[in-house]
């Protein structure tokens, strides 16, 4: 037998078959029930899920929503479960990130004095902050609302993909009044840069800022119109007032009150357009998407926007509690990447400048691709084909506008340069494993060829030198050179694809960098100096060998090791047998859990020494597959699925990383896991409803039906493909790209003879 390395060295170069994986949004919603009943958007806003209750709309750049706090951890995305006041209510929040941005355009309404500083969670009554409480709190997809006890308002609003609308029901009081504040943010006033504020006419406000947070330099701009014309308007810098006939102020530290009488329940609303670009075109947003002052009409088409959406999966079976998990899941799996381009077609971009759009395409922004490549993009070629181009292209003009090349954390027309590798790569390469069309791969080669063969990015000097980063010259080495390897295996593919057949060979090559710092003794991915030597001391559990950094991106050895997502078949050959690897995979779920020294606050969700809570180990469960015990996967996937999220606001067991952890639920309970993303190819799990119906596009669908005794049946006995009995642990996305069918037979016990032998396992990085 050919080794796997040699095999895979001598791979040449071979043509992809194309198969469209467009298509059109599904009409018609599946099954009788309405799936909007099923999303709770509190899921995720406690313990460190960091996730947000504003109404919006699928992929829709505007979050209209509250706001709990700007500061801290826990509140990257502006609101957590455990307050008990609100600070006000702002147009865009970012779902489940680990670091926060965002938080524009706060408004607030109140009675009384007006104050133009927050004041604090502890005397909210210090400012314009009111306290809540969750009984009088609701959110539904699109829709959220609350009563601001303090004033005693309702506050009500719901959203297009560029505006928001909000509805406020007031108290009778001469002293009503809004408060507009551009200095609010994630992270505090400290982080404007400038801004600028201007009252047009006596219902119209517009403005906008440049803000230094984790985007340096992000540009966002509103127009803001009222219902009822505000009797007065008082533009404030720091808090003081500027002059009763002052219409128009800059600064760094600008708020608006805008003051009104009103009767016994009367209603002001509000709705605000936002853009990148501009004023005028936050002004042409907002009047093309939200022309009238029908509230109920822009709820109900938000409803129904993600009725539609969410409806393209419609699943039969589970309890309760598994539906409602599943779709929030989905739900929180359509919040990014999210719009950031005007109606007119204009965005700003990664070089901040505006360009135009061709004529029906769209710029999108919040491409968490550390997270999201895994199994959020995998999902959306499935439940959002008709999207996929777009975003590719996206992607794609990043790489030639940002001074930084391919993209890696891009928000807001910035790129943040968060987290390590460069996985815009693998989204690419997988929407051309995948055959989507209407995408210029030979112009998305040059950057990625430029990133993988000629930048010094990061260590990727080191990379191509050494074979491997050295822990004494680049931090979080280890994990680089792990995602390092699979980011030149992804960008092979596109080289091959395209007849590079040198570049793909070198790439090829270095793929398989990362062997170069796996200990045979020892059994572990560890870290190694520059000289060659290992650094030391070594200990698994911990994320480095040194005070100085992490050798490891949020994850230890343990995790870490297994990172090399494309070559399964390497560790195979680096542990010695089949027998050893399955054996290091159930020490990893069953050795007890420990991590010294410094823990990483994105390490939770521990089963032993996986940690789900953060994403370096959401392939992992499926690694039996490509081993021959099938079962062991389908086991710990169950596990996963049934004790790592609950129907309850702490129910994330870590961030959820603009929808990356929500992906992997939805991906998992439906039987199957893109192991390899870029590869185009799924691995079997364990469904976990009894059917699932995926409206793929164009009228296809994908029925994955699931026959068993007792939901006590999580092991495969057997499956059938399109009709014919399939003995493979693995299907490719050509196979149901036109629609097709998977059964299941489950059963109680496992049966160790499915996927046992070698030419049912997923194929080789080579092949």
Known sequence: MIAWRTRLLLCGAVGLLLISGAGLPASQALGADDVLRYVNPFIGTGGHGHTHPAASVPFGMVAVGPDTFNEGWDWCSGYHDSDSSIMGFSHTHLSGTGIGDMLDVLI????????????????????????????????????????LKDYGIRAEMTATERAGIHRYTFPASDSSHFVVDLSHGYGGPGRVASSSLRVVDSATLVGGRTVNGWAKGRQIYFAMKFSKPFREATLYSGGKALGPELREASGRSL????????????????????????????????????????????????????????????????????????????????????????????????????????????????????????????????????????????????????????PVWPLQGVETGTMTGYHSVSVIAEALAKGFRGIDYARAYGPMRKRALEDDFRGLGFFRRLGFIPSDRVAESATRTLEYSYDAWAVAQVARALGKTD?????????????????????????????????????????????????????????????????????????????????????????????????????????????????????VAYLYDYAGAAH?????????????????????????????????????????????PASGRYVFGSPLFDEAVIELGAGKRLVIRAKRASASDVYIQSVKLNGKLYEKVWFHHRDIASGGRLEFVMGSRPNQSFGASPATWPPSAAE
Not at 124 to 138: A, D
Not at 361 to 374: C, G, P, V
Request: glycine share 8%.
């Open 108 to 147: 607030m309404p109140g009675t009384g004095p007006i104050r133009t500083k927050p004041g604090t969670r502890e005397q909210p009554e210090e400012g314009y902050r009111s306290r809540f409480s969750h009984g009088e709190e609701k959110a539904e997809p699109g829709y959220y609302s609350v009563m």
């Open 503 to 619: 570049d793909y060979r070198l790439l090829l090559a270095q793929s398989l960098n990362f062997e170069n710092l796996f200990d045979r003794t020892s059994g572990f991915i560890r870290p190694r100096l520059e000289a060659g030597a290992w650094a030391e001391p070594f200990d698994p559990t911990a994320t480095g060998t040194s005070q100085k950094w992490r050798d490891f991106t949020e994850s230890n050895s343990w995790q870490g090791t297994w990172a090399a997502q494309h070559a399964p078949e390497a560790y195979i050959e680096l542990l010695g047998s089949r027998e050893a690897f399955i054996r290091k995979l159930d020490q990893l779920f069953e050795v007890k859990t420990e991590i010294k020294g410094e823990v990483p606050l994105d390490m939770t969700g521990l089963i032993g020494m996986y940690a789900h809570g953060n994403e370096p180990s959401h392939h």
């Open 632 to 676: 062991k996967s389908q086991q710990r996937v169950r596990q996963i699925l049934d004790t790592q999220y609950d129907n309850q606001p702490d129910g994330l067991s870590g961030n959820e990383d603009c929808g990356q952890m929500s992906a992997w639920y939805v991906m998992s309970a439906l039987g199957f896991y893109a192991v390899n």
């Open 255 to 406: 708020q608006c009150a805008l003051r009104y009488a009103t009767a016994e329940g009367e209603t002001i609303q509000v709705k605000v357009g936002i853009s990148g670009v501009s004023i005028e075109g936050a002004m042409r947003n907002l009047d093309q998407e939200i022309a009238g002052w029908d509230f109920e009409a822009v709820r109900a088409a938000a409803r129904e926007s993600w009725r539609r959406h969410l409806s393209r999966v419609a699943i039969q079976g589970g309890t309760p509690k598994q539906r409602e998990i599943f779709y929030t899941a989905l739900y929180h799996s359509l919040l990014a990447p999210s719009l950031f381009d005007d109606v007119d077609g204009q965005y700003r971009g990664m070089d901040g400048r505006v360009h135009q759009l061709p004529a029906g395409a769209h710029n999108y922004s919040t491409f968490s691709l550390w997270d999201t490549y895994r199994a959020e993009h995998p999902l959306l070629t499935l439940i959002a084909a008709e999207r996929v181009p777009d975003m590719v292209n996206c992607l794609i003009r990043m790489s030639e506008e940002s001074p930084a090349g391919m």
